[in-house]
């Protein structure tokens, strides 16, 4: 089956500092790549929809400017959350979408903000 | 996406069939019934879709009634690795289409 990987799968900054999460389907080519965030015992909360070659869609609420989205190539897509502050530690889940319209989600990366 | 209504919790025997419920009372004619599930600090993983008919695969059966407005995800012989958070969503199958997570079941198998 598809397969997607994160990285890291785990991160602990201190406040103040940006961490940058790395998506990547293995196996497949995937033009749509989203990001969801999902705090301690809720569910997945989608924060935005990434287009290989465009920008992002950010879903309301989501600060574009604090949450930015590099869609770079068919593969890869990195979330870098600038300047973290302790609210922003969740476990952040990456999918990406096969040609197909199937998606296939990562790991996850729990972040830690000190 | 039409929402989605699924108990909170669930409990099942080991060796025994979990059957998970979801009420989907809204759904549009191409909106197809998918269902993941979560196991604890870890992505969703994929376990099966359906449009109208029955559909079985490795992993379960998904069992949609006739008028589609409620579907039933049937683990045949539950394991302890089975406890998970089960989500059912239902979804139109295009491209660029969003997955929306509601609560999910939480499924707790005991020996």
């Known amino acids: 089956g598809a397969v997607v990987s994160q990285h890291p799968s785990r991160v602990i900054c201190k406040s103040g500092t940006s961490v940058k999460i790395e998506c990547r389907s293995l196996?497949?080519?995937?033009?749509?790549m989203f990001w969801y965030r999902q705090f301690p015992k809720q569910s997945l909360m989608l924060m935005a929809t990434?287009?290989?070659?465009?920008?992002?869609?950010?879903e309301q609420g989501v600060e574009k400017d604090k949450f930015l989205i590099n869609h770079a190539s068919l593969t890869l897509s990195t979330l870098t959350v600038t300047s973290a502050h302790p609210e922003d530690s969740s476990f952040y889940i990456c999918?990406?979408?096969?040609?197909?319209?199937?998606?296939?989600f990562g790991p996850g990366t729990r972040l830690t903000v000190l | 996406d039409a929402k989605t209504t699924q108990p909170p919790s669930m409990d099942c025997a080991e060796g025994r069939a979990a059957n998970l419920p979801c009420n989907h009372s809204?759904?549009?004619?191409?909106?197809?019934v998918y269902w993941y599930r979560q196991i604890h600090s870890q992505g969703p993983q994929y376990i099966i879709h359906?449009?109208?008919n029955n559909e079985t695969n490795e992993m379960a059966s998904l069992i949609i009634t006739e008028d589609r407005k409620s579907s039933t995800l049937i683990l045949p012989h539950a394991t302890l690795r089975d406890t998970a958070v089960y989500y059912c969503?239902?979804?139109?199958?295009?491209?660029?289409?969003?997955?929306?997570f509601g609560g999910g079941t939480r499924l707790m198998v005991k020996p």
């Open positions: 999918s990406a979408e096969d040609q197909t319209g199937e998606q296939f």
């Open positions: 196996d497949f080519q995937a033009t749509t």
């Open positions: 990434s287009n290989e070659g465009s920008k992002a869609t950010y």
């Open positions: 809204t759904i549009s004619g191409n909106e197809y």
């Open positions: 359906g449009l109208k």
């Open positions: 969503i239902v979804r139109v199958n295009n491209a660029g289409n969003m997955l929306t």
